[in-house]
């Protein structure tokens, strides 16, 4: 059984950092590609970034370019996004998923078929 738990979400001001992990645990997740997305009240899932396999490819929405970095441990199997220079938008809760068997970094998240239960960031003004 497939698992992912995320961590590390809080309040923050804006300007601020903020360190997301995600633990998975139940297969083997170096075939996969490893994302974040976000979902704020009553605006649709986002993507946010992904990474294949080691890291080697990375993809990230133009909104966090610049200014959010994901990176994985497939010995630890984690995913991690670091969020500095945060804006009262990036307000959402943050889910990590995973896209089964492939290195291909689409940013559809209906693709997407494991699903952590997300970790909320509030950045205030």
């Known amino acids: 059984q497939v698992q992912l738990v995320e961590s590390g979400g809080g309040l923050v001001q804006a300007g601020g950092s903020l360190r997301l992990s995600c633990a998975a645990s139940g297969r083997t997740f170096s075939r996969d590609v490893m994302g974040w997305f976000r979902q704020a009240p009553g605006k649709e899932r986002e993507f946010v970034a992904s990474a294949s396999w080691t890291g080697r490819s990375t993809s990230y929405a133009d909104s966090v370019k610049g200014r959010f970095t994901i990176s994985r441990d497939d010995a630890k199997n984690t995913v991690d996004l670091q969020m500095n220079s945060l804006k009262p938008e990036d307000t959402a809760v943050y889910y990590c998923?995973?896209?089964?068997?492939?290195?291909?970094?689409?940013?559809?998240?209906?693709?997407?078929?494991?699903w952590g239960k997300g970790t909320q960031v509030t950045v205030s003004s």
């Open positions: 998923a995973v896209h089964k068997n492939t290195v291909l970094l689409v940013h559809d998240y209906q693709v997407f078929e494991y």
